[in-house]
């Protein structure tokens, strides 16, 4: 029986859902105009001897999520290399401002030269101290909040977010199941609390994605 030309699938069409995961992995990386940075972490990591410096898996979606929701102010809390913080900046676009929490004064000294090799140091900026200090100091409205940081300070800092966005804005939420990885890491239980709250919680609209990011609007 022969099938018309119509119905067969194009060439090379994933099959599976494993193939679908690997079509979308091989073009979001082929396509990732910061890949040059996220490719300089694991290099830093073997350098320095740190453990909690990782580029966000996917920029991209942090760009694209910037731009969806007209994002004009936004603070990040874990800035590392300064990978998530290019992507907000790009997809936001000019007029936007990005400030970026940073513990540590290294990771926060390249992320300035990344900042300023993207001509981007204009519009990103770095805050250097724990999310947990700083942003109680903070008295803007930001229009998006991002989270990837120490989960020892997670429930600080998610109340921290509550205060600081607008009403509808977005929360992006990163590693928030780091006992996967580092099951004797401190804090766990809190960030295990974190995750409960932004779907329990009446303040908060959130879906999981599979690779566990929430993303959340706040009511």
């Not at 979001?28 to 740190?50: E, I, N, Q």
């Not at 977010?161 to 996967?180: H, W």
Request: proline share 5%; glycine share 8%.
């Amino acid at each position: 029986m022969n099938r018309d030309k119509s119905t067969r699938l194009p060439a090379n069409e994933p099959k599976s859902a494993e193939a679908v995961l690997q079509w979308v992995e091989a073009r979001t990386r082929a396509k990732d105009r910061f890949a040059h940075v996220a490719a300089k972490y694991d290099s830093h990591r073997a350098a320095h001897g740190c453990y909690d410096v990782y580029p966000y898996s996917n920029g991209a979606l942090l760009g694209t999520l910037a731009a969806a929701h007209r994002a004009r102010r936004i603070v990040e809390v874990g800035g590392g290399l300064g990978y998530s913080a290019l992507w907000f900046a790009y997809g936001a676009g000019p007029g936007s401002l990005i400030e970026s929490v940073e513990r540590d004064p290294t990771h926060a000294a390249i992320a300035r030269e990344h900042f300023a090799a993207a001509r981007l140091s204009d519009r990103v900026k770095i805050l250097e101290g724990i999310g947990a200090k700083i942003l109680p100091a903070l008295n803007e409205s930001y229009d998006l909040t991002y989270f990837d940081t120490d989960p020892a300070e997670s429930l600080l800092d998610l109340q921290q977010f509550q205060r600081l966005l607008k009403p509808g804005g977005l929360l992006i939420s990163a590693n928030l199941f780091l006992g996967q990885h580092a099951p004797e890491l401190p804090g766990l239980e809190k960030t295990a609390e974190y995750r409960e709250r932004i779907l329990r919680d009446a303040d908060w609209l959130t879906s999981f994605l599979p690779d566990g990011t929430a993303i959340s609007i706040k009511r």
